[in-house]
T-cell receptor
Framework: EAQVTQNPRYLITVTGKKLTVTCSQNMNHEYMSWYRQDPGLGLRQIYYSMNVEVTDKGDVPEGYKVSRKEKRNFPLILESPSPNQTSLYFC???????????FGQGTRLTVV | GDSVTQMEGPVTLSEEAFLTINCTYTATGYPSLFWYVQYPGEGLQLLLKATKADDKGSNKGFEATYRKETTSFHLEKGSVQVSDSAVYFCARRDSTLGRLYFGRGTQLTVWP
């Protein structure tokens, strides 16, 4: 089954404790991206990757890191999480060009 | 400014009512346009899309027409059901870099 898998689905952590949210897709998509969803703000892109070893900042990259060492994986790293990073996070993947994106189920992160 | 602007919610309707959610975009060139739907507790799913001017996307009774002259992609459904209750996102995809830009989402609640 074609899918984008994020883990974990739910995470509560403390300020400053490094964490990684994993994202994996099995569709051989070149393009992957991370979004955060906050009430009243919709979805905002954090980082995106056009292919292996090619990443770039989205609209809200501060406090986040990503890597793309393999085509299927695109982890999101929070080196020192802060409470303002409490949010619902989505990973998405797609083929290059004007095609639709496929989304993971989301990761609800709470930083206390 | 926002590159995708959609109608503010929430929208509350009775079952079988007519639905319109307005969406306009700003872009150079000819972006692809999408409507995504997010059911409670789930990730985003593609509802419909249109890739060129005058295309009509349709799915599950929903329709939207790509209007280049008014830079709009309004979502419509003739008779909504309780099961249509969800958040709807309008999006455009940059034709060169492939980035997706989302509107802020419109919460739809349908009462029986």
């Amino acid at each position: 089954e074609a899918q984008v898998t994020q883990n974990p689905r739910y995470l509560i952590t403390v300020t400053g404790k490094k964490l990684t949210v994993t994202c994996s897709q099995n569709m051989n998509h070149e393009y992957m991206s991370w979004y955060r969803q906050d009430p009243g703000l919709g979805l905002r892109q954090i980082y995106y990757s056009m292919n292996v070893e090619v990443t770039d900042k989205g609209d809200v990259p501060e406090g986040y890191k990503v890597s793309r060492k393999e085509k299927r994986n695109f982890p999101l790293i929070l080196e020192s999480p802060s409470p303002n990073q409490t949010s619902l996070y989505f990973c998405a993947s797609s083929l290059q060009g004007a095609t639709e994106a496929f989304f993971g189920q989301g990761t609800r992160l709470t930083v206390v | 400014g926002d590159s995708v602007t959609q109608m503010e919610g929430p929208v509350t309707l009775s079952e079988e009512a007519f639905l319109t959610i307005n969406c306009t975009y700003t872009a150079t060139g000819y972006p692809s346009l999408f409507w995504y739907v997010q059911y409670p507790g789930e990730g985003l799913q593609l509802l419909l899309k249109a890739t060129k001017a005058d295309d009509k996307g349709s799915n599950k009774g929903f329709e939207a027409t790509y209007r280049k002259e008014t830079t709009s992609f309004h979502l419509e459904k003739g008779s909504v059901q309780v099961s249509d209750s969800a958040v709807y996102f309008c999006a455009r995809r940059d034709s060169t870099l492939g980035r997706l830009y989302f509107g802020r989402g419109t919460q739809l609640t349908v009462w029986p």
